[in-house]
C-alpha cells in the first residue's frame, strides 16, 4: 500500500517516530507522500522526509484555507524553495485547491492561488494533490483550464458523476477512510469508476477509519479502506493492493 496524502510532520507524531514507521512498513505500507499546506510547514515536512528518505516523500503546496491577504508573497518565497536546488526533491505540488466550507472571504485569492500553484506543477512536470471542498465547480473548472495536468483529488467523497468527470479530466481519486464511515454513499459511487484511477490514503492524523474512527491515524490502517474496495470491485484485497500501489507510483513517479 501506499499513503498519497499523510501529515506526518504533524507534531502528535513526533514522539516515537521511529517506531511508528516501523510499524507501518510492518502493516505493508510501502511508501507515504506528505503534502505541505503552507510556509510554516516547509521546513518540518522536508526535515520528517529527509529523515526517512526513500519512504517519506515531501510535497510542497499553500492550502486553500491558508490563504490570506499576504498569498501573493506567501507563493512568491514559496516559489523560490521550490526551484531551489533542494527543491528537486518535490513529488507534487499539494495541496492546493478550493474551500468554501468555512469561509469564503478569499475566495478570488484562492483561486488565483490555485492557478499560480498549476503552473508551477506544469513547468516542473509534477502532479497535483487537489482539495476542494464545497467548490466543485469552481475547482473543475480552473483545473480544465489548463491541459495536460496530473493529479489526485484527495480526499474523494463527492457524487458518481463528479468522480466520472474528475477521472475524465485525467485525474485520480485519493480514497481513505471516509469509504468505511456508517452513511457513506462513496462505495455505491465508485462501482462505474475504473480501480486504475484509484490511491490509496489516509489524510492523517484525520480521517481514521472504522473501526478506528476518531483516532490518530495511521498509513497502515489503510487495510480497512482496501477491504471496503474489494467489496466494491469484487476482488481480492492483494489485487486492490497492487493496483492501487502500482496507480501510486505511476502518478508520483516513485
Ligand atoms: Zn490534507
Known amino acids: 500500500m501506499i499513503d498519497t496524502h499523510c501529515h506526518i510532520d504533524d507534531p502528535q507524531y513526533a514522539d516515537g517516530l521511529d517506531a511508528f514507521i516501523a510499524e507501518q512498513k510492518a502493516g505493508g505500507v510501502e ?87 498549476i503552473s508551477w506543477a506544469i513547468d516542473k512536470d509534477l502532479p497535483l494533490m487537489i482539495h476542494s471542498r464545497d467548490a466543485t465547480e469552481d475547482c473543475l473548472n480552473i483545473l480544465s483550464k489548463t491541459s495536460g495536468i496530473r493529479g489526485v483529488m484527495h480526499c474523494f467523497s463527492g457524487s458518481r458523476e463528479i468522480a466520472e468527470r474528475i477521472v475524465k479530466m485525467g485525474l485520480y481519486l485519493g480514497i481513505g477512510g471516509v469509504i468505511t464511515f456508517k452513511n457513506c454513499k462513496l462505495a455505491e459511487h465508485l462501482g462505474s469508476i475504473s480501480l486504475e484511477r484509484i490511491v490509496l490514503e489516509t489524510d492523517a492524523p484525520y480521517m481514521a477509519p472504522v473501526p478506528n474512527r476518531g483516532k490518530r491515524n495511521e498509513s497502515r490502517w489503510m487495510s480497512y479502506v482496501v477491504q471496503k474496495l474489494a467489496d466494491v470491485y469484487g476482488c481480492s484485497e492483494e489485487e486492490i493492493d497492487r493496483q492501487t500501489t502500482e496507480n501510486a507510483k505511476r502518478l508520483f513517479n516513485i
Open 31 to 117: 511508501k507515504i507522500l506528505v503534502p505541505g499546506v503552507n510556509e510554516a510547514s516547509i521546513e518540518p515536512v522536508r526535515e520528517v522526509c529527509n529523515r526517512f528518505r526513500g519512504y517519506l516523500y515531501p510535497a510542497i503546496g499553500l492550502h486553500p484555507e491558508e490563504v490570506k491577504e499576504d498569498y501573493k508573497e506567501v507563493l512568491d518565497r514559496m516559489e523560490d524553495e521550490l526551484y531551489s536546488k533542494a527543491g528537486a526533491d518535490y513529488i507534487a505540488i499539494g495541496e492546493i485547491g478550493l474551500d468554501y466550507h468555512f469561509d469564503t472571504t478569499f475566495k478570488q485569492q484562492q483561486q488565483a492561488a490555485l492557478r499560480r500553484q
